[in-house]
C-alpha cells in the first residue's frame, strides 16, 4: 500500500506540485483581496426617503 502511493507520488511529482503552488497562489489571492477590502475605509450608504 505505502508503495504503491510512494511509486504514484514518483510519477506524478511534477503535477502534484503544480496543483500545490497553484493552490497556494489561489489562497494568497483570495487572503489579500480579503485583508485589502476589510481595511479599505467607506463612507456606509444612507438611504433616505423623499
Known amino acids: 500500500m505505502l508503495s504503491e502511493i ?3 507520488v514518483k510519477v506524478h511529482f511534477s503535477d502534484i506540485m503544480l496543483f500545490i ?3 497556494l497562489l489561489v489562497m ?3 487572503a489579500t483581496g ?3 477590502a476589510k481595511y479599505q475605509i467607506k463612507t456606509p450608504i444612507t438611504i433616505e426617503q423623499k
Open 21 to 23: 503552488i497553484v493552490v
Open 34 to 36: 480579503y485583508i485589502t
Open 28 to 30: 494568497l489571492a483570495f
Open 6 to 8: 510512494r511509486d504514484f
